[in-house]
């Protein structure tokens, strides 16, 4: 059940004259501050709640699918094939001795 508005700044306002240490003769300052602050939340809130109807609704405007940058982006990451290494020397499937690749069997010439 939703409280009203009377019943949160009452309770608010007994929140700050517990913390206050229950001293007396203070509790209209307290009733201003727990309105004051209940005003703020209220705000907050009702901010909140038309950005994310305003965000929602902005998202609902755009139809069209993903660019082709978020395409690239969302797409796996292609490594070496298995067994490649970064200095050209490739490990057979059968477990014999790596050989070198075409590139770094090349000899200097003179």
Request: no cysteine; charged share 35%; proline share 6%.
């Amino acid at each position: 059940m939703s409280k009203t508005r009377e019943e949160r700044v009452r309770e608010r306002a007994y929140e700050i004259w517990e913390q206050e240490g229950r001293t007396h003769g203070r509790d209209a300052e307290h009733w201003r501050r727990a309105e004051a602050e209940i005003a703020a939340e209220e705000r907050q809130t009702t901010s909140t709640e038309s950005t994310s109807a305003q965000i929602a609704a902005d998202a609902g405007a755009t139809t069209a699918g993903p660019t082709e940058r978020e395409k690239a982006d969302a797409a796996p990451v292609r490594s070496r094939p298995a067994g490649a290494r970064k200095n050209g020397i490739t490990a057979p499937p059968n477990g014999a001795r790596p050989k070198k690749s075409s590139a770094a069997k090349s000899k200097p010439t003179r």
